[in-house]
Every structure is written in C-alpha cells, then in structure tokens.
C-alpha cells in the first residue's frame, strides 16, 4: 500500500467512524498521512549482504545453521516449511532450538519417522531440534515430533518444554480419494515436546482446546496458558491447567471477553492505547468434532480478533498479533494484562511500509519487540519499540517468504529466525549493548 494522505483519510473514513476512541484512531492515520509516521531508524540502515540472503544493520553478522533437505543426525532429512521456534540452554554453554515444520500430508520432504512415533502415519508435520554450539555451529540435529499437521507456532513453558501447536482441523470423516491430505485422526490440537532428549511421544493435548491453533505463552506466575486462534473471526484463550507443569492431567479452558464490549470485532474501528477490562468464560465443549470451538466462545460473550497469531511474554504482559487486523488490514498487536484483567490495542499498521502482516513476536534483549513480517513481496524484521515506534531490523534478501520463528538464546547474544521456504534458520548476533540506540 503506497503511503498517500489520501489513501489514509480514505482508511480513517470519517463517515463510518465515531466516538473518542474512534476520532484517535482517525488521528493515528491522519498522522501518517501527513509524514507524522510511526516509523523510525533505531539502529540505521540496512546494508545490502553480498551473499543475498539476509541484509542486517551496521556491524551485525549472520551465518546459516540449517537449510532444508540437508542429512540429520538420527539419518533423516531436514524437513521444509520452518515456522515457529525457541531456544533452551543446553549443556556446556549450547543451545537447544526446537522447530516447528508446518506441513500437510501432501507435502515433502515432511518429517519422517517410525510409525510408533508418529501420531498420524498420513501427517507430514513435526518438530525438529538443533543442538548449536557455542560459536553459533550446528552439533546436532534430529527429529522430535512426528505424524502431525501444520504445526504453525507454539511456545516454551517454564519446565523447558516446547508446545507445537496445529493450525489444523482435519478429521477422517473428511478423507476422500481426491483429497491429497487424508489423515486417519482428529487434529486441531497441542503437542509438547521436552527440549531434552530424543523423540516426543505425540499425545495431543486435548483439554487446551480443539481448534487453529497458532501459539502459546505461559504466565510463570500462575502457570496459565494464553492461546491465540489462527481465523478470520478468531478469539483469543486461556487454559489453566489442573496441574502446572503435566498438562496431561487436564484444567480448564476460557475465553476472553472484553467486558463493556461483548462479542465485539475487534479489526476495525477499535481504540489506541485504551486499556479495558475483562472477562473470562468458560468453554465446556473443548474437543467439538466440528471447527466450532470459537463459536461456543462468541455466543458467551468473546471477542473476536482478525487472525491471532504470534504471542509472547513481556516485562509481565502479553503481546499477540492478528495478521490482517486493523482499518489497513496490515496487521495490529494487541497486549494483555494479566494482573490488571485489562486488553489494549498497542499497534495498528497504517500500511505495508510500516508493517505488513505481523506473525511470530519475541521481546529483545535491547527492551523492544521482534515481529516476523508475513506479507506480501519483500518480507523484514521489523522492530518495535515501547513506544510503538516501528522500524525495520533485517531483510530477507534470499526471497520473498516470510521470517518466522524469531528467538533469543538463553544468553540474549544471538537472535535466531527462520527464512520458511524453502527452508534455513539463521543466527544473527551483535554487540546489541554498543550499538547506537540500543
């Protein structure tokens, strides 16, 4: 979208928009159509990467760790489609990455595994962990979860573990000989994975809910699970376990409901920077056979959020993104409030040149976020600060898929991402601390 002051009047529309916190949002676009950007240059330029595969800042350095169809330790191959990520501490100063493969079963090369360790022997998706060194060189390499479907996302948990999340709601009741992704069980579901060990026996989690999954945070300080929903008219979730720590044992499932706004759409016309409170309810049907999970939440009441995606912790909130959301249609990140129950819209994209469809998010080491683009043509890093102020951290030079899977080692010294297709994960490291503006 070309940044014209008329193409941001036109997406303020004064005829459909009213009240105070409407006339804020007007005035946020109004801003950028008159150059008042939200955009700003944190740590300079990007500089052109001779290799063409990834542009970085002034004095950042990067080096390709995997790279699809590549042999593995257990004697597979590197699975396509590297999405979602995280980094554990290892043993002797190495780091554990665990990653997320998301494929259907038409495509390959998929995760392979044994059929004992394979959920569905149809499934495609997976998890795959890397062992690096400390000077950023790949030690290992294997698969740890199999036989699943479109694992998008997902996320740590205080115990060390990895919850991969399906965005997938196949069934065999669905199978047909033309269908190309026939499955021989329900899917829709969490998987965990241990950042230790070998092989993961794939049960799903079905008390956290059947649905499209996208990803997971967890609140340390009580062990609750917020979901995002990967829909057009998704909601946003909460699961409080019965037992922290063995999610196998079950808990409760809720959705969140702005409470002097039920059932509102929260794409358009929402306010800036106006924290509300809310509410919880609880979702009694947690593994219907339909896609129907969310519609049980929008009767009681849930908001609905334009295609939840990437969650993270912090400084004691929550950020998520919903990819399309906002008048633009580019993408906002909202952030929640645990201690206060409130919700509030942090950043709304005016346009492609600020931010084009936020997906995977981290907190950086240097205090602002990292959010994975996922649009259309060239595809960025970009930076946020705490003041919602947007920049671009890296440029995917290689092609135009998106980043994904953006993590931190233990230590903050390296940032890890993923190019998706055909697939590489890159390390990027720097002296964040001596940069100017860090």
Request: charged residues 20%; aromatic residues 10%.
């Given at each position: 979208?070309?940044?014209?002051?008329?193409?941001?009047?036109?997406?303020?529309?004064?005829?459909?928009?009213?009240?105070?916190?409407?006339?804020s949002?007007?005035?946020?676009?109004?801003?950028?159509?008159?150059?008042?950007?939200?955009k700003?240059?944190?740590?300079?330029?990007?500089?052109?990467?001779?290799?063409?595969?990834?542009?970085?800042?002034?004095?950042?350095?990067?080096?390709?760790?995997?790279?699809?169809?590549?042999?593995?330790?257990?004697?597979?191959?590197?699975?396509?489609?590297?999405?979602?990520?995280?980094?554990?501490?290892?043993?002797?100063?190495?780091?554990?990455?665990?990653?997320?493969?998301?494929?259907?079963?038409?495509?390959?090369?998929?995760?392979?595994?044994?059929?004992?360790?394979?959920?569905?022997?149809?499934?495609?998706?997976?998890?795959?962990?890397l062992?690096?060194?400390?000077?950023?060189?790949?030690?290992?390499?294997?698969?740890?979860?199999?036989?699943?479907?479109?694992?998008?996302?997902?996320?740590?948990?205080?115990?060390?573990?990895?919850?991969?999340?399906?965005?997938?709601?196949?069934?065999?009741?669905?199978?047909?000989?033309?269908?190309?992704?026939?499955?021989?069980?329900?899917?829709?579901?969490?998987?965990?994975?241990?950042?230790?060990?070998?092989?993961?026996?794939?049960?799903?989690?079905?008390?956290?809910?059947?649905?499209?999954?996208?990803?997971?945070?967890?609140?340390?300080?009580?062990?609750?699970?917020?979901?995002?929903?990967?829909?057009?008219?998704?909601c946003?979730?909460?699961?409080?376990?019965?037992?922290?720590?063995?999610?196998?044992t079950?808990?409760?499932?809720?959705?969140?409901?702005?409470?002097?706004?039920?059932?509102?759409?929260?794409?358009?016309?929402?306010?800036?920077?106006?924290?509300?409170?809310?509410?919880?309810?609880?979702?009694?049907?947690?593994?219907?056979?339909?896609?129907?999970?969310?519609?049980?939440?929008?009767?009681?009441?849930?908001?609905?959020?334009?295609?939840?995606?990437?969650?993270?912790?912090?400084?004691?909130?929550?950020?998520?993104?919903?990819?399309s959301?906002?008048?633009?249609?580019?993408?906002?990140?909202?952030?929640?409030?645990?201690?206060k129950?409130?919700?509030?819209?942090?950043?709304?994209?005016?346009?492609?040149?600020?931010?084009?469809?936020?997906?995977?998010?981290?907190?950086?080491?240097?205090?602002?976020?990292?959010?994975c683009?996922?649009?259309?043509?060239?595809?960025?890093?970009?930076?946020v600060?705490?003041?919602?102020?947007?920049?671009?951290?890296?440029?995917?030079?290689?092609?135009?898929?998106?980043?994904?899977?953006?993590?931190?080692?233990?230590?903050?010294?390296?940032?890890?991402?993923?190019?998706?297709?055909?697939?590489?994960?890159?390390?990027?490291?720097?002296?964040?601390?001596?940069?100017p503006?860090?």
């Amino acid at each position: 979208m070309v940044l014209s002051r008329r193409n941001f009047l036109n997406l303020a529309g004064i005829s459909i928009i009213t009240g105070v916190a409407a006339v804020s949002l007007k005035n946020y676009y109004t801003r950028v159509a008159n150059g008042q950007t939200t955009k700003t240059e944190k740590f300079g330029q990007l500089i052109p990467d001779p290799n063409g595969i990834l542009d970085l800042p002034k004095g950042w350095q990067y080096q390709v760790i995997s790279q699809v169809g590549k042999p593995m330790s257990d004697g597979t191959s590197v699975p396509t489609s590297f999405d979602g990520m995280a980094a554990f501490p290892g043993e002797n100063g190495q780091i554990i990455l665990i990653r997320n493969h998301e494929l259907s079963p038409h495509e390959f090369p998929g995760v392979m595994a044994s059929k004992q360790h394979k959920y569905d022997h149809f499934s495609q998706g997976g998890t795959t962990t890397l062992i690096v060194n400390k000077n950023r060189t790949l030690a290992k390499e294997f698969v740890s979860l199999a036989g699943t479907n479109r694992n998008c996302a997902g996320g740590t948990t205080p115990w060390n573990s990895w919850i991969s999340c399906e965005e997938e709601i196949s069934t065999p009741q669905l199978n047909s000989q033309e269908n190309p992704d026939n499955v021989s069980v329900k899917h829709g579901y969490n998987f965990e994975v241990s950042s230790q060990g070998k092989i993961a026996k794939p049960i799903p989690l079905i008390a956290m809910g059947r649905f499209r999954h996208e990803a997971i945070a967890v609140d340390p300080r009580t062990g609750y699970i917020y979901q995002t929903e990967d829909q057009n008219d998704s909601c946003f979730y909460r699961f409080r376990p019965q037992e922290p720590g063995n999610l196998k044992t079950g808990g409760i499932l809720e959705a969140l409901v702005i409470t002097e706004m039920p059932r509102i759409d929260t794409s358009k016309n929402y306010p800036l920077n106006q924290p509300k409170s809310v509410k919880w309810v609880q979702i009694e049907n947690v593994d219907p056979d339909d896609d129907t999970l969310r519609y049980e939440a929008q009767k009681k009441g849930a908001a609905i959020f334009k295609r939840g995606e990437g969650i993270c912790l912090a400084k004691g909130e929550f950020y998520f993104t919903c990819t399309s959301g906002g008048m633009a249609e580019k993408g906002q990140i909202f952030r929640y409030n645990p201690a206060k129950e409130t919700i509030s819209l942090f950043v709304e994209s005016p346009g492609a040149e600020i931010l084009d469809y936020p997906d995977n998010l981290i907190l950086a080491p240097f205090g602002d976020l990292v959010v994975c683009e996922d649009g259309a043509g060239e595809q960025f890093l970009i930076g946020v600060t705490p003041q919602g102020k947007c920049y671009r951290l890296a440029r995917n030079a290689y092609n135009n898929s998106e980043f994904a899977g953006v993590c931190f080692s233990p230590d903050g010294q390296t940032m890890f991402v993923n190019i998706y297709s055909p697939g590489l994960t890159l390390a990027i490291w720097a002296d964040w601390q001596k940069i100017p503006g860090a």
